[in-house]
């Protein structure tokens, strides 16, 4: 049953933080200090209270940090390493499962036994970029924490968006107040993350020609011809019907086994293309040893679907989402604007 609840759910960081620490974060604003600061302490707390015969009891609710911990902030902060390095300060002498919220949201078990099968199994759950963006999502984390939490067990999260701009304009604004009294503000310390996307100022493996289609086709086309090594050249259209035809782990393992993925054309029509792009890029950014990227477009990636004022609630909050695809985009290639 256990199992059965959680699927086949992998219950630890991502092997891109697989071997970080509080000590490897360099924080470059106050925010990320104090952020760096309140995750070490949370950290310690949990380590004093589930140690020796208090195994089993939850945090006290004198130390100002409530049930758990929320950092939020804009993408490219370091959010996620932290949540890993609380895993791997704690783990496993303090049983940990770390999820990324779309794995919870996936999960076909009901919120209170998919609660009970993680707290079976971990006195600590570390979620991963909380996304919400429709009701179902909303109602399904709701179920979930308050689950959690009468089985004793805290929880630290990350989003890219405060709880006040959950699905903002989509639901109501008793909705949305309900949800934040009721789970965050009062159940949890929020810590806004604040700086510059750090995947901004990486080295860049690979490239992105923006320009006319003519142009930047036969740019890719010139290092695609002289690369060595698994390659793949695929239509941007090519790569959206493959998602729909194999299932997404598989796809995702036959892409990380190419040395480099050139993709030809991206244009963003709608909210279907924007979630299967972002998928696709969430996914092989996890990777260990991804492809180096390579893609064209029109429009440089930031323009690709924005969450403009006219977009309905559903459209603004998978736009704003998609800030992190674009992000990790920058992580793994490099922009180059090309003339006709």
């Known amino acids: 049953m256990k199992r059965a609840a959680l699927g086949s759910t992998d219950l630890c960081p991502p092997e891109r933080f697989s071997h970080v620490s509080f000590a490897s974060y360099r924080p470059q604003t106050p925010s990320q200090e104090q952020a760096l600061h309140d995750a070490r302490r949370l ?11 208090r195994l089993f009891r939850g945090l006290r609710g004198d130390d100002g940090l409530g049930a758990g911990l929320y950092l939020v902030g804009p993408v490219g902060t370091g959010k996620t ?3 890993a390095s609380m895993y791997h300060a704690l783990h496993p ?43 179902a999502a909303e109602v399904r984390l709701i179920g979930v924490l308050k689950a959690l939490r009468k089985l004793g ?26 949800f934040i009294s009721e789970e965050f503000r009062r159940q949890y310390h929020v810590v806004f993350v ?10 860049k493996p690979g ?23 698994a390659k793949r050249w695929l239509a941007f ?11 997404r782990t598989a796809l995702t393992r036959d892409l990380a086994a190419l040395n480099g993925l050139y993709l030809d054309g991206i244009a963003i029509h709608d909210t279907n293309d924007a979630l299967r792009l972002l998928r696709v890029v969430d996914d092989l950014y996890a990777e260990p040893d991804p492809p180096t990227l390579y893609f064209t477009a029109e429009e440089p990636p930031g323009q690709w679907f924005r969450a403009a004022a006219q977009r309905d609630g559903l459209e603004r909050g998978i736009a704003e989402k998609f800030t ?10 490099a922009i180059e604007h090309v003339q006709p």
Not at 103 to 123: E, G, N, S
Request: hydrophobic share 35%.
């Open 324 to 333: 992190r695809t674009t992000s990790r985009l920058s992580a793994l290639a």
């Open 153 to 178: 067990v805290t929880v630290a999260a990350t989003s890219n968006a405060e709880p006040e701009k959950f699905v903002s304009g989509a639901f109501g604004r008793d909705r949305l107040e309900r």
């Open 43 to 53: 950290t310690e707390q949990i380590r004093r209270r589930y140690r020796g015969p």
């Open 81 to 83: 390493h932290l949540l």
């Open 237 to 247: 259209d090519d790569l959206l019907r493959l998602t729909t035809e194999i299932e």
């Open 207 to 229: 490239r992105a020609w923006i320009g006319t289609p003519e142009t930047t086709r036969e740019a890719m086309r010139a290092v695609y011809t002289r690369a060595e090594g």
């Open 93 to 135: 002498g303090v049983p940990c499962a770390f999820l990324h919220s779309s794995q919870l949201f996936r999960a076909t078990a009901r919120p209170q036994d998919y609660a009970k099968a993680l707290a079976d199994q971990a006195r600590v759950l570390l979620i991963d970029e909380i996304e919400l963006d429709d009701p």
């Open 194 to 203: 604040g700086g510059e996307d750090f995947r901004q100022r990486l080295d």
